[in-house]
């Protein structure tokens, strides 16, 4: 069945370091979704990647859509105490109107 | 706008018991969700509804029953829990399944 992969499981950083996220889908995506989830929090929707290749920014995040419509990426420059949290992606599921996550990645912010 | 809510917030049952999740959105969504979040584990999906009238089996649908009473409400009903169960649920509703979702706040459900 398609799968939705992401790594690293787990990323501590010292305030100030960058941190990367990645993501693989086992199938192509028409989209990827990228959520937040702040400790005993809900996931929130951060942004929707459509396009081979798309880049978008919001402020210091920056997501990529690969070339293959496969993989994608996120992006944090100079993290802060506040980006604290578990960054999920998501895609839609083959063979129904749904949409499927991948495990996270769990940041931790270090000041 | 109150978004997706769900009630209750937090439950403690008994194995064997039974409970009704009841999750509404006032955004005029057509899609709404029914996830599972263990530690570790991410978001499951249990059930989902594509629109009013329709419900399929997602990831993890074993022990569970939903039902899309109307457009803005979508229930998740566990017959007889079991400590398999405890977990966080989540709602969540988009406009359809290509676009992003807004989720509720969360049940936090144990079963004992």
Redesign the interface.
């Known amino acids: 069945g398609q799968q939705v992969m992401q790594i690293p499981q787990y990323q501590h950083v010292q305030e100030g370091e960058d941190f990367t996220t990645y993501c693989n889908s086992s199938t192509t995506l028409s989209n990827i979704q990228w959520y937040k989830q702040r400790p005993g929090g809900h996931p929130v929707f951060l942004i929707q990647l459509v396009k081979s290749g798309e880049v978008k920014k919001q402020k210091r995040l920056t997501f990529q859509f690969g070339e293959a419509k496969k993989n994608s990426s996120l992006h944090i420059t100079a993290t802060q105490t506040t980006d604290v949290g578990t960054y999920f992606c998501a895609g839609p599921g083959t063979g129904g109107f749904k949409t499927i996550f991948g495990a996270g990645t769990r940041l931790f912010v270090k000041a | 706008n109150a978004g997706v809510t769900q009630t209750p917030k937090f439950q403690v049952l008994k194995t064997g018991q039974s409970m009704t999740l009841q999750c509404a959105q006032d955004m005029n969504h057509n899609?709404m969700?029914w996830?599972r979040q263990d530690p570790?584990?991410?978001?499951?999906?249990i059930y989902?509804s594509?629109s009013e009238g329709t419900t399929?089996k997602?990831?993890v649908p074993n022990g569970y029953n939903v039902s899309r009473l109307n457009k803005r409400e979508f229930s998740l009903r566990l017959e007889s829990a079991a400590p398999s169960q405890t977990s966080v649920y989540?709602c969540?509703s988009?406009e359809?399944?290509?676009?992003?979702?807004?989720?509720?706040?969360?049940t936090r459900l144990t079963v004992v």
């Open positions: 899609s969700y996830y570790g584990m991410g978001l499951r999906l989902y594509a399929d997602g990831e989540f969540a988009s359809d399944f290509r676009v992003g979702a807004f989720f509720g706040q969360g």
